[in-house]
């Protein structure tokens, strides 16, 4: 039963990186856009997430609970020396969710649309970062995990964790992911004259993506970041990403050509072969303190707990999936099944 | 301020917040499929009409408990750390399955949005129907894990470890019944007088009144009734809490002193140092019966319990006070509007029985309010009754209380921006059917 809870928590980050990050893509993409493309990015994400995107963020609720149910510990570091960089993710999802509905809903369409505008996409720029940059902080070995905290300074335990610049550059190397599957995702969804719009918009952000995942590997090497330094020397982790620099070429060309199945199906692999890459070498360690890697696996919960929570998942999943993809396809986000 | 109060500031703070949100956007699905059904069977209009603007209000109402309700999922952890720890795999089970109640209506809202002449029109009814059904589910199930700290169970306890889990009996714990029972027909009164209110002010002004008629109609039927067996629930809850949590009951009376054949107070002033009650008004043995069914039965006080066990009293005591008074308003209210609908709605058009409402609006809201202050300050020092304390639970982070600055401007904005919305939203529903009719 551990394997299908582990299955579901990596499943639900990997669906979450995948349908919200395009939702906070599509926010960066309309903040880096002409005012003339933001209009019409506006009504295509409108007409897209709409009906989604709402469920697209459940999944970081479902992440959290299967945490602190199976992997209570785990949980308990993030949540006490994380403290800042997910307060201020959660001030992002609020100011987000909220702008994005009050901008459709509101009865008026007049000034008070500026304010809903620039809310929308500061906090989908920002919210990916403190995604990121939590990220980051988990992996960068920069926590110090103590059972007495009164030792140290506020700032060496609950800031320097992670405030730091490899953080900041793993939060900037998400938020450009988002930005590139939600321009992917919109070259399917514009009208034939505006689909070129996303076709740039795709071929810059993948540029963007590759350049800050090499510079944040790059620095994470050169200081000397444990998690880094395993992953580059890492089989696995490096085929993986020899393998996705490979498909890069297919995705290019996808995108260049405007395929919407193809460019959809090559970006989503990108995600996966990047968190593929990220979590293995180190695998069941996701977390680094100042003494090492932390497993996941350690003090999980009792088996009476996981084998309830294993079976609740499954059940939960025949019943959300099914819906979800019928969601999704009749709202036209997936095309799988159609032939062009 | 001290970090535990900061922490518990911010977490009824939220939880005020989220309650008000989290009710409308679960009850109010109820009235909108009622409104479609009847557009469904009589194709009036009008009833289209409210459908549509009620179904926006649903929108904005669920976004809004949707993302303060992540922000509490991970407050829960952010506040108490070492609660959540423990506590997290015990309650696993009412969350994980409100994580899948809470996606199931986020999927049906979603086919219900946007589904308006896409998808077959009785399938499209259906997910609106979907909406409120799982979110009644998603309410039951948190108000289940708040009924697990106050009737812990499904565990051992022992040498301070957790030992024996097993996640069911912890689900059905003995407290969840009476708690989700009450705290349904709670956020249906609230949110049935609530809108109800709101149409009936709409009336008073005299703008676009058949419509308003006909919402709040619809809206009073479901508070009136919820109102009225309200009082059924409030029994059940009474006499579990007089078993297992003797020490809430005392401080929601201010009981000090052990006795037989209690006395019940209404109202009063408590002094805590002198433990006496002024300005009351005294039912003789009301207290036993209510409690325990029985007029001479022995109802524990205060004194019973050490000192550093016991609850803020006055709080709880006038929290009480002020969900029964309300509370009993309601029923009354409730049992006028029926009577009015038998008596050929004469008083339909007197301007007095849309004041009536108008003024009643808010007032489930505040009873569910202080009903939630009653169960949640009534439960401390324990964040587990009786297993472990709220003080020790709280985060080692300092600073909260920049925290709790952060959410209370947020969420004051937040609230402000709605309440603003909803005022333009009725606003443009009056200026639409006017141009149209």
């Known amino acids: 039963m551990m394997y299908v809870v582990l299955f579901f928590l990596a499943f639900s980050l990997l669906l979450y990186v995948l349908l919200a990050g395009?939702?906070?893509?599509?926010?960066?993409?309309?903040?880096?856009?002409?005012?003339?493309?933001?209009?019409?990015?506006?009504?295509?994400?409108?007409?897209?997430?709409?009906?989604?995107?709402e469920a697209n963020h459940i999944w970081i609720i479902i992440m959290i609970v299967i945490l602190w149910v199976a992997f209570p510990a785990y949980y308990n570091i993030i949540v006490i020396y994380l403290h800042i960089p997910l307060t201020l993710?959660?001030?992002?999802?609020?100011?987000?969710?909220?702008?994005?509905?009050?901008?459709?809903?509101?009865?008026?369409k007049d000034k008070s649309q500026i304010l809903y505008d620039w809310m929308f996409k500061i906090s989908s720029l920002l919210t990916p970062v403190f995604l990121g940059i939590t990220f980051g902080a988990l992996i960068s070995g920069k926590i110090i995990h103590t059972t007495t905290p009164i030792d140290y300074s506020f700032k060496i335990l609950y800031i320097d964790s992670w405030l730091h610049t490899f953080s900041i550059l793993t939060g900037f190397f998400f938020a450009a992911l988002c930005a590139f599957l939600s321009a992917v995702l919109l070259i399917g969804e514009a009208s034939y004259g505006d689909k070129k719009i996303y076709v740039k918009k795709a071929t810059i952000a993948t540029i963007v993506v590759v350049l800050f995942g090499f510079i944040t590997i790059l620095y994470g090497y050169i200081s000397k970041i444990?998690?880094?330094?395993?992953?580059?020397?890492?089989?696995?982790?490096?085929?993986?990403?020899?393998i996705s620099a490979i498909l890069l070429i297919p995705l290019w060309s996808s995108i260049r050509k405007g395929r919407r199945v193809l460019s959809r199906l090559f970006a989503g692999s990108q995600v996966l072969l990047i968190l593929i890459a990220a979590l293995t070498p180190h695998y069941p360690s996701i977390l680094f303190t100042t003494d090492g890697g932390i497993s996941i696996l350690d003090n999980v919960a009792p088996d009476s707990v996981i084998k309830v929570l294993g079976i609740s998942l499954l059940i939960g999943g025949f019943v959300i999936l099914p819906g979800l993809f019928h969601l999704l396809k009749s709202f036209k986000m997936i095309k799988i099944l159609e032939r062009h | 301020m001290e970090n535990l109060d900061a922490a518990r500031l911010q977490m009824a703070?939220?939880?005020?917040?989220?309650?008000?949100?989290?009710?409308?956007?679960?009850?109010?699905?109820?009235?909108?499929?009622?409104?479609?059904?009847?557009?469904?069977?009589?194709?009036?209009?009008?009833?289209?009409?409210?459908?549509?603007?009620?179904?926006?209000?649903?929108?904005?109402?669920?976004?809004?408990?949707?993302v303060s309700g992540t922000a509490l999922s991970f407050e829960l952890g952010l506040l108490w750390p070492e609660f959540m720890k423990h506590a997290g795999p015990i309650i696993g089970?009412?969350?994980?399955?409100?994580?899948?109640?809470?996606?199931?209506?986020?999927?049906?809202?979603?086919?219900?949005?946007?589904?308006?002449?896409?998808?077959?029109?009785?399938?499209?009814?259906?997910?609106?129907?979907?909406?409120?059904?799982?979110?009644?589910?998603?309410?039951?199930?948190?108000?289940?894990?708040?009924?697990?700290?106050?009737?812990?169970?499904?565990?051992?306890?022992?040498?301070?470890e957790f030992l024996n889990i097993d996640?069911?009996?912890?689900?059905?714990?003995?407290?969840?019944?009476?708690?989700?029972?009450h705290m349904t027909l709670a956020a249906f009164t609230a949110t049935g007088f609530a809108v109800a209110g709101i149409h009936a002010y709409q009336i008073v002004k005299k703008r676009n009144v058949a419509l308003h008629k006909k919402a709040f109609k619809i809206a009073i039927t479901f508070g009136a009734i919820a109102a009225i067996l309200q009082p059924i629930s409030g029994d059940l809850s009474a006499k579990d809490i007089a078993e297992r949590q003797p020490v809430k009951l005392a401080a929601m009376e201010a009981h000090f002193e052990t006795s037989k054949g209690a006395p019940l107070y209404i109202g009063g002033i408590v002094n805590q140092e002198t433990q006496e009650v002024t300005h009351k008004i005294a039912i003789p043995k009301a207290l036993s019966f209510l409690a325990f069914g029985n007029l001479d039965a022995e109802v524990k006080g205060l004194n019973d319990f050490p000192k550093d066990e016991h609850p803020n009293v006055a709080i709880v005591h006038y929290a009480f006070q002020v969900m029964v008074g309300l509370g009993t308003l309601l029923l009354f209210a409730g049992v006028f509007f029926f009577i009015t609908l038998s008596r050929k709605r004469t008083w339909f058009h007197s301007k007095k029985f849309w004041l009536l409402f108008t003024v009643l609006a808010p007032m489930g809201f505040i009873a569910l309010e202080a009903g939630w202050i009653v169960t949640e300050v009534g439960r401390q020092p324990w964040i587990i009754h009786n297993i472990m304390k709220t003080k020790d639970v709280v985060t080692p982070v300092p600073g909260i209380v920049y925290s709790f600055y952060m959410y209370v401007i947020l969420y004051s904005i937040l609230t402000i921006a709605v309440t603003w919305l909803m005022s333009r939203q009725i606003k443009s529903l009056n200026n639409k059917t006017l141009v149209e009719t």
């Open chain 1, 22 to 53: 395009a939702d906070f893509g599509a926010g960066i993409v309309e903040l880096f856009s002409s005012k003339k493309n933001q209009a019409i990015t506006k009504k295509t994400i409108y007409r897209v997430m709409g009906p989604v995107w």
């Open chain 1, 89 to 108: 993710m959660l001030l992002g999802i609020t100011l987000r969710g909220v702008a994005f509905v009050f901008r459709h809903y509101d009865a008026y």
């Open chain 1, 226 to 242: 444990q998690f880094v330094i395993d992953f580059v020397s890492n089989l696995y982790a490096m085929t993986t990403i020899l």
């Open chain 2, 13 to 66: 703070f939220t939880l005020i917040f989220h309650i008000v949100f989290a009710c409308v956007g679960m009850v109010m699905p109820f009235f909108m499929v009622v409104a479609h059904k009847k557009w469904l069977n009589t194709r009036n209009d009008i009833y289209l009409t409210l459908t549509k603007s009620w179904q926006k209000g649903v929108a904005i109402f669920f976004v809004t408990g949707a």
């Open chain 2, 93 to 160: 089970m009412p969350f994980s399955l409100e994580g899948a109640a809470f996606f199931v209506e986020a999927i049906a809202l979603g086919f219900y949005l946007y589904g308006w002449n896409k998808i077959p029109e009785k399938f499209h009814w259906w997910t609106g129907v979907i909406v409120g059904i799982s979110g009644v589910a998603s309410g039951i199930l948190v108000v289940s894990a708040n009924g697990w700290m106050n009737a812990p169970s499904g565990f051992d306890y022992i040498n301070g």
């Open chain 2, 167 to 181: 996640p069911i009996k912890a689900l059905f714990n003995p407290a969840w019944f009476t708690q989700a029972l």
